[in-house]
T-cell receptor, first 113, second 116 residues
């Protein structure tokens, strides 16, 4: 069984401030972990993914996430928020590939000018 | 290269009506997926197709049927719509490359369905 918990359904940051979106997972096998972004009225776009190897994963738009097995976490960060980062972000886990992906409930990021 | 396209963008149905949601991809991907997105619940997999001619149930298949018409197209059918099927439906596709970790999934823009 696998599950994803995203802490905070809404997060607000000031423009230029650090973005930290939290994700904890549970998985009975070594997981694949994903972060997706969804802009209003659009489909999801893959930001980054962890499969194997280096635990710090860099993605698009300056985002990165670190896989911490001991903490079962995969938090998403960006050093400096931009207005264009306002969107909903989803963390997801799978045992392998995309056929058994479980999504979190999402975190809406608001960026305040 | 349009990626993943979905039609219609928006649909209103009455309870008991049927309809088919269409999805097509032009990336020559083998795998295609149907998800539904409901407020506060994230995305849930309805059905997927690992390759042309094969389909498998996902997490929430009840009330839906799918057809993998060819490699490009994967349709989702609601035979008798219910208000509980009011949702946003997303189609996606992916292609396993030589290394599974390199596989990337692409989503369509979604179909908003309202069942009255």
């Amino acid at each position: 069984a696998q599950s994803v918990t995203q802490l905070g359904s809404h997060v607000s940051v000031s423009e230029g401030a650090l973005v930290l979106l939290r994700c904890n997972y549970s998985s009975s096998v070594p997981p694949y972990l994903f972060w997706y972004v969804q802009y209003p009225n659009q489909g999801l776009q893959l930001l980054l993914k962890y499969t194997t190897g280096a635990t710090l994963v860099k993605g698009i738009n300056g985002f990165e996430a670190e896989f911490k097995k001991s903490e079962t976490s995969f938090h998403l960060t960006k050093p400096s928020a931009h207005m264009s980062d306002a969107a909903e972000y989803f963390c997801a886990v799978s045992p392998r590939g995309y056929q058994k992906v479980t999504f979190g409930t999402g975190t809406k990021l608001q960026v305040i000018p | 290269n349009a990626g993943v396209t979905q039609t219609p963008k928006f649909q209103v149905l009455k309870t008991g009506q049927s309809m088919t949601l269409q999805c097509a991809q032009d990336m020559n991907h083998n795998s295609m997926y149907w998800y539904r997105q409901d407020p506060g619940m994230g995305l849930r997999l309805i059905y997927y197709s690992a390759s042309e001619g094969t389909t498998d149930k996902g997490e929430v298949p009840n009330g839906y049927n799918v057809s993998r018409l060819n490699k490009r197209e994967f349709s989702l059918r609601l035979e008798s719509a219910a208000p509980s099927q009011t949702s946003v439906y997303f189609c996606a596709s992916s292609e396993p490359v030589t290394s599974v970790p390199e596989e990337t999934q692409y989503f369509g823009p979604g179909t908003r369905l309202l069942v009255l």
